[in-house]
């Protein structure tokens, strides 16, 4: 049997993985969601588009639904304080969120043009505009969100919406939205051929090279230009969960300690560089699915990064220090835990197997000729 330190410690991991799992399953139909208007010029370029992730785009959202999900069960006070500073953000999430299922499904309805520019738009704002506003919401994390505790452990906003959309959080919304645009670019760079597929290289080589410096930037702002948070008190990984219990201090370079601490780390920030470099020369020799690996490795990197630098931190506090929520005192009972963990052990390696079997059957390259051939089931 586990004990409760190990069971927190296990949850962080594991919500890590289902994030990661939704940038990268998520990420790349998002990816070529924010691309269709860009590489395909016309009506059936756009629909080649479309049709590479036209099978699994709605099965990719479980990914979404099962962070959120893991979230309210494993931090229930960390998804209260999210939703409530995050609440407009999430909206605007939500609200983009509806014109995915929308396009895909209403765009081919009628042959008109302007009804299918329409909804190739539609599509467009709903797969850029997630990856750019939790890009943002993630910034904020590192910077620490104004909210407090009570006595009751009822956490109160201070925030406002506008001021998410600060310097260093803008420029985090960047990274989040050029490294799935990355990752669809170098799918699509798998799945076409022809004029799409030379759009999607250079697409890959604009977006990887935009990832690269606005990743190098934000670090660099991390160590030298943001106060990161410090625990300078005595905790107990194996204690009830109490934010209010321990000491926390802010600190310039605060975010760089866990590197000096654990050198090993290092790798994290390291795979993003290589594995975008990697899925360059890769794409570019043609063996785009060892492409479509790396890029996924970059992601994992960009993520783990960001993990790494804030642990245990899970939403810090700028107003508040000493109430915030990290992976020791946010969590549900150990009983809850120890149930999830169960589940997950159960069901996110079938949710594994089923949607590998998926892209197995369903692959290979999407071309004008294929989607004419199945007129009644493609996009």
């Not at 924010?34 to 756009?46: A, H, K, S």
């Not at 590197?259 to 899925?279: D, K, M, R």
Request: glycine residues 10%; positive net charge; charged residues 10%.
């Amino acid at each position: 049997m586990l004990d409760y330190a190990s069971l927190k410690l296990i949850w962080w991991g594991l919500v890590g993985v289902l994030f990661a799992g939704f940038a990268i399953m998520d990420g790349h139909d998002m990816g070529v969601g924010t691309l269709l208007p860009f590489v395909g010029r016309d009506d059936m370029e756009r629909r080649v588009v479309i049709n590479t992730v036209g099978p699994h785009w709605d099965g990719n959202q479980v990914w979404f639904i099962l962070a959120g999900g893991a979230i309210f069960a494993a931090w229930p006070l960390v998804y209260a304080t999210a939703f409530s500073g995050f609440y407009w953000a999430m909206l605007v999430v939500l609200w983009a969120l509806f014109f995915r299922p929308v396009g895909f499904d209403y765009r081919s309805k009628l042959p008109m043009r302007s009804w299918r520019n329409s909804w190739d738009w539609g599509l467009f704002i709903g797969s850029s505009v997630p990856p750019l506003v939790l890009g943002v919401a993630f910034g904020n994390l590192l910077q620490g969100l104004p909210f407090q505790l009570d006595s009751n452990m009822v956490s109160t906003y201070t925030g406002s919406f506008w001021a998410l959309f600060n310097p260093f959080a803008l420029l985090s919304g960047v990274i989040g939205l050029a490294m799935v645009t990355f990752h669809g670019a170098i799918y699509l760079v798998h799945r076409t051929e022809g004029a799409v597929q030379a759009r999607s290289r250079t697409a890959a080589r604009v977006s990887g090279l935009l990832v690269l410096i606005a990743f190098t930037l934000a670090g660099a702002w991390i160590s030298r230009g943001i106060n990161g948070f410090v625990v300078t008190s005595v905790v107990d990984p194996g204690e009830l969960a109490n934010p209010l219990s321990k000491t926390v201090v802010r600190q310039m370079g605060g975010w760089m300690d866990n590197y000096h601490q654990w050198p090993l780390i290092w790798a994290l920030p390291v795979s993003v560089y290589a594995g975008i470099t990697l899925s360059m020369i890769l794409q570019k020799s043609n063996r785009t699915g060892w492409a479509f690996v790396t890029s996924s490795v970059s992601l994992l990197g960009v993520i783990g990064t960001a993990g790494a630098s804030m642990f245990p931190f899970i939403m810090p506090s700028s107003i508040m220090p000493s109430a915030s929520l990290t992976v020791w005192d946010s969590v549900s009972s150990e009983k809850t835990l120890t149930i999830m963990l169960v589940a997950a052990l159960i069901f996110v390696p079938l949710i594994i197997f089923y949607t590998g079997w998926a892209y197995r059957v369903m692959g290979g390259k999407v071309t004008a000729a294929r989607i004419q051939k199945n007129e009644h089931s493609a996009y």
